[in-house]
Structures are given as structure tokens and as C-alpha cells.
């Protein structure tokens, strides 16, 4: 698989980083769409279920799921209160300009969390 990947596109992919994106597009979008509520339990109950819905989706275990495909920049920014302030403002301008061959909602998460890296993204591709 990781070989077949390698070819079609050229780069060094695994199927790894796909399921990573994909974790992280999953738990991303259900947190901005949660209310973070008054207290820390609250939002970690919010979390959670982001982490089960995304360990449904994957197959892993929740353990596996937090550690290895959401990446951690979504978690503390809902934790912080700034992913569902931002997210909806990236999710209303990708649904008016988003590149050939990606979703909206893929553009909007891709263009904030390298926003929110500050670009680490961009220096790992």
C-alpha cells in the first residue's frame, strides 16, 4: 500500500498519514461545531466523544486515536476556546474559494492548522 501511494503521488506518503488527516479533519470539524461549556470536565466530555466518533471511523482504540491520528493543535485549541472561534471563520471562506480536489472542510482545517503551527506544515512537505 505505502509503495502504491509512493508511486501515484509522487512524495513520500504512507497510509498512515492519510488516516492521520483523516482523524484530525473528523475531530476537528465535530469540535467546532460543540459548545466548549463553563468548566474543563465539560469540554473534556466534548473531546471524548470527538476521540469516539474518530475511533469509530478508524477502527482504533481511543488510546491509539488521540495519540497517533488527532493532531494535538485541535484538542488545545478547543481546550483554549480558539477552535470554535477560527474553524467557522476558515470553513465560511473555503466554501467560496477552495482549491481543485479538496472539500471545503478539508481547505478550512488544512488552512488552520497551518495557521495555527505557524507554518511547521509547510516545512515538513
Not at 16 to 41: I, M
Not at 80 to 93: F, N, T, W
Request: with cysteine; aromatic share 8%; charged share 20%.
Amino acid at each position: 500500500m505505502n509503495r502504491y501511494l509512493h508511486e501515484a503521488t509522487g512524495r513520500p506518503f504512507t497510509a498512515k498519514e492519510f488516516r492521520t488527516w483523516q482523524g484530525t479533519l473528523q475531530a476537528a470539524l465535530y469540535l467546532a461545531s460543540c459548545e466548549r461549556g463553563e468548566t474543563r470536565a465539560s469540554a473534556k466530555r466534548a473531546i471524548k466523544a470527538a476521540i469516539e466518533l474518530t475511533c469509530a471511523h478508524l477502527g482504533n482504540t481511543a488510546t491509539i486515536c488521540r495519540k497517533s491520528y488527532i493532531h494535538p493543535a485541535v484538542l488545545d485549541a478547543f481546550l483554549d476556546g480558539s477552535l470554535g472561534r477560527e474553524l467557522p471563520v476558515e470553513l465560511a471562506r473555503a466554501r467560496r474559494n477552495t482549491p481543485v480536489g479538496l472539500q471545503p472542510q478539508e481547505w478550512a482545517v488544512l488552512v488552520w492548522l497551518e495557521r495555527r503551527t505557524q507554518g511547521v506544515l509547510a516545512q515538513c512537505a
